[in-house]
C-alpha cells in the first residue's frame, strides 16, 4: 500500500510526481468540507508534489479570485485537517484555478483542455492528471462521457498518467452501477479508476488488516472455532443537516450499509491476501462479499430492520425529527436506521452471524466492530456466569482497540470480574487527526488503488442490498418503525438479537 513503508520523514512518504487534479463539482459542499481542505494538507506535506495545478470545474461562473476566497473561507471554518495555516494557504491558493461550465457541455471541455495545456506548460507541470468527479451522481455519465469525447481521458504523452476518482454513490442500486460502470469504461480504463469510500481511508480501518495480518496473535482465533458473532455499529448523533433533499432518496441502506459498512465488514472477514496489492486485497474482499448469504423475501422480513428517527433529546437539547427536517417529506418513509443479520457462507465463517447497524440520531457517535469470543468450554469455579471476552475495536471518535477478559477479584473469595485492557491511538501515537480523504488522495496520485473499490465489488455490494431495497419499495404503505432521537434505534432491532439469546454492546 501506497507510502506504508515510505511515510517516514513526512506523513506522506517520498514527495509524488507533478500533476494536476481537476475537480469537478469544485463550488460544493463536499469539494468545500473534505476535498479541498485534503488537498491542502497534502499539498502542504509535498504530497501533490513540487508543482501542481488544481483546477475547479462547476456550473456556477465565478471569478477565480472569488473561486480563491470561497474555499480560502471554507477551510478556515470547517476543515477537519486542523488549523489553517494563512502564508501556506496563500500558496496553496496561488495553485487554485477555475473553469466554468456545463457538465454536459462539449465546449466547456474544450476550454478546460485548453487550460490544462497552458498551465502545465506555464508552470512544467507534465501531463499527469486526475479527475475527481464530486458533483450529484447524476451528473457523472456526462463529465465521463464528454471527458472522453475531448480526448482527455487519456494521457496527453505515454510518460504520463490521467485518473479518475468518482465518490459514492456509485449507483442507486445494482442496475444503475452496472449502467455507470459500463459507461465510465467505456471511457477509461478499470486500472484509471479509483471509486472512493472514504472509510478506507481511516488509519484505524487500515488498521484492522494490521491487527490481522501484522500480528501472530489473533489471526489463529479469527473464525468459528473462537468467535462467537460479530458486531459492526456505525452511529452517528447527526441528523440529516442540509442534505434532507438527497437523503430522501438514499437513505441508510444506500447512504451506509452498502458502502462503508460493507467495507467495515469485508476487512473484518477477508482472508489473508497473497500480498498487499491492489489486485490481491481486492480479489479477496471481492470474495467475502461474493460469500455472503443471498437475502430472500424471508430473510429480509425477519433479518433486517428499519427505523427512523423522531424528535427526542440529545445531549441534552430537543432535536426534529426526520420528517420535519428541510426538504424533507412529513410523511417520508426513508429510513435513516438499519440493523441487518448477515451470515457468510464460506469455511472461516459458516454460522458466525455478523450483525450490522448504522443510524443517524443515535445515542452516542461511534464506529466500532466488536468481536464476541465463544465463552470458555467448561468453567471450574464456582461462578459459572463469566462475560465472554469481546475484542472492539474502535475506529472513531476514540481510535483504539480493547480487549475485555474475566480476572480474579481481589479477595478470600474466588470471584470473577470483567476487566478490560485498552490501546488507545492517541496515547500511543500522538495526533491521530490525519484527513481519510488526504490519505486516499496521496495513494491515488501515487497510482495505488489497494483502498479503492473496484467495479466487480461495487456491484457485487448492491446485488446485496438490491433485494432489501425490492422489499422495501413493494411495501411502502408499511410504516417504518420510529426512535427517539438520542437513543439506540427502534426495539426491532433488539429483537434482532434477543431471538438469537444475544444482545447489542452499546458503544
Ligand atoms: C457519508 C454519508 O458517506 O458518510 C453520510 O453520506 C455520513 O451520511 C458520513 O454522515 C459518515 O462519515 P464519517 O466519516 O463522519 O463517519
Not at 90 to 111: I, K, M, R, T, V
Not at 406 to 428: D, H, L, Q, W
Not at 438 to 450: Q, S
Not at 453 to 470: K, M
Request: charged share 25%.
Amino acid at each position: 500500500m501506497a507510502g506504508d513503508s515510505g511515510r517516514s520523514g513526512s506523513v506522506y512518504g517520498s514527495v509524488a510526481e507533478p500533476c494536476t487534479v481537476v475537480l469537478f463539482g469544485a463550488s460544493g459542499d463536499l469539494a468545500k468540507r473534505k476535498v479541498i481542505p485534503a488537498m491542502y494538507d497534502l499539498a502542504i506535506h509535498n504530497g501533490l508534489g513540487p508543482r501542481y495545478a488544481i483546477v475547479g470545474f462547476a456550473r456556477t461562473p465565478m471569478a477565480e479570485d472569488v473561486f480563491r476566497a470561497t474555499l480560502g473561507e471554507a477551510a478556515k471554518s470547517i476543515s477537519e485537517v486542523g488549523p489553517i495555516d494563512p502564508k501556506q494557504w496563500d500558496a496553496f491558493a496561488a495553485n487554485l484555478y477555475y473553469s466554468p461550465g456545463d457538465y454536459g457541455n462539449p465546449e466547456a471541455y474544450a476550454q478546460l483542455a485548453k487550460r490544462l495545456a497552458e498551465l502545465e506548460s506555464a508552470k512544467n507541470i507534465g501531463g499527469n492528471r486526475l479527475f475527481y468527479l464530486s458533483t450529484p451522481p447524476e451528473v457523472y455519465p456526462d463529465i465521463v462521457e464528454q471527458l472522453g469525447r475531448a480526448g482527455l481521458s487519456q494521457p496527453p504523452s505515454p510518460k504520463s498518467w490521467a485518473r479518475i476518482i468518482i465518490e459514492k454513490p456509485f449507483g442507486r442500486d445494482l442496475a444503475s452501477a452496472k449502467a455507470l460502470n459500463h459507461i465510465v469504461l467505456n471511457v477509461f480504463d478499470e486500472k484509471q479508476v479509483y471509486r472512493i469510500d472514504h472509510y478506507l481511508g481511516k488509519d484505524t480501518v487500515q488498521n484492522l488488516l494490521v491487527l490481522r495480518f501484522g500480528n501472530g496473535i489473533f489471526e489463529p482465533l479469527w473464525n468459528r472455532n473462537y468467535v462467537d458473532h460479530v458486531q459492526i455499529t456505525a452511529a452517528e448523533t447527526l441528523g440529516v443537516e442540509r442534505r434532507g433533499g438527497f437523503y430522501e432518496t438514499a437513505g441508510a441502506l444506500r447512504d451506509m450499509i452498502q458502502s462503508h459498512v460493507l467495507q467495515l465488514t469485508s476487512l473484518v472477514a477477508v482472508e489473508p491476501p497473497a500480498s498487499f496489492d491492489a489486485t490481491a486485497v481486492r480479489n479477496e474482499k471481492l470474495k467475502v462479499l461474493q460469500s455472503i448469504r443471498p437475502f430472500d423475501l424471508g430473510m429480509v422480513a425477519q433479518e433486517v430492520v428499519r427505523g427512523q428517527y423522531s424528535p427526542g433529546k440529545l445531549d441534552g437539547k430537543l432535536v426534529p425529527g426526520y420528517r420535519e427536517e428541510l426538504n424533507v417529506n412529513p410523511s417520508s418513509k426513508t429510513e435513516t436506521f438499519v440493523a441487518a443479520k448477515l451470515l457468510i457462507d464460506n469455511w472461516r465463517w459458516a454460522g458466525v452471524p455478523f450483525y450490522l447497524r448504522t443510524g443517524k440520531r443515535l445515542a452516542t457517535r461511534s464506529t466500532e466492530i466488536m468481536i464476541q469470543f465463544r465463552s470458555a468450554p467448561h468453567i471450574v469455579f464456582r461462578e459459572k456466569e463469566v462475560e465472554p471476552n469481546r475484542l472492539i475495536l474502535n475506529i472513531q471518535p476514540d481510535e483504539g482497540i480493547s480487549v475485555s477478559f474475566g480476572a480474579k477479584r481481589p479477595g478470600t473469595e474466588m470471584s470473577i470480574g470483567n476487566v478490560t485492557m485498552n490501546f488507545c491511538y492517541r496515547e500511543s501515537f500522538g495526533d491521530v487527526s490525519r484527513s481519510a480523504y488526504a490519505t486516499l488522495l496521496n495513494d491515488c496520485v501515487r497510482g495505488d488503488a489497494t483502498l479503492f473499490d473496484r467495479g466487480d465489488s461495487v456491484e457485487a455490494a448492491w446485488s446485496l442490498v438490491d433485494p432489501i431495497l425490492d422489499v422495501w419499495s413493494a411495501t411502502r404503505t408499511a410504516n417504518v418503525p420510529q426512535y427517539p432521537s438520542g437513543s439506540w434505534g427502534p426495539r426491532e432491532s433488539d429483537l434482532l438479537l434477543e431471538r438469537d439469546g444475544r444482545h447489542w454492546y452499546n458503544p
